[in-house]
């Protein structure tokens, strides 16, 4: 399953949560910092499974995951349905 994130770059504090919960690594530390001096998590490549631990884990609401089609977890983790969006 394809995924896609967007992370809202002026909301991010950078604390990290998402990179070091994304199973893929599909996310990083941008070298780049916003208005407030933070250095904003960003998308690196394109191993994004959709999975939304990354927003999930974002104390800042700065994450957005979009995924090709929604399907069961295995696992049974609970995950805010309004997190997750389908590609149209």
């Known amino acids: 399953m394809a995924g896609k994130i967007l992370i809202d770059a002026e909301k991010c504090k950078g604390c ?3 990179v070091e919960v994304c199973p893929k ?3 990083r530390i941008s070298k780049n ?3 407030m001096g933070y250095f904003p998590a960003e998308c690196c490549g394109d191993s994004c499974i959709g999975c939304g ?3 999930v ?3 800042d609401v700065a994450i957005e ?3 090709d089609k929604v399907q069961e ?6 995950r ?9």
């Open 25 to 27: 690594g599909a996310v």
């Open 65 to 67: 995951v979009f995924r």
């Open 16 to 18: 990290g949560l998402c």
């Open 73 to 78: 977890v295995e696992s049974g983790a609970a």
């Open 53 to 55: 631990a990354c927003a």
């Open 80 to 88: 805010p349905k309004a997190m997750i969006k389908e590609k149209s």
């Open 33 to 35: 910092s916003n208005a």
């Open 57 to 59: 884990m974002c104390p």
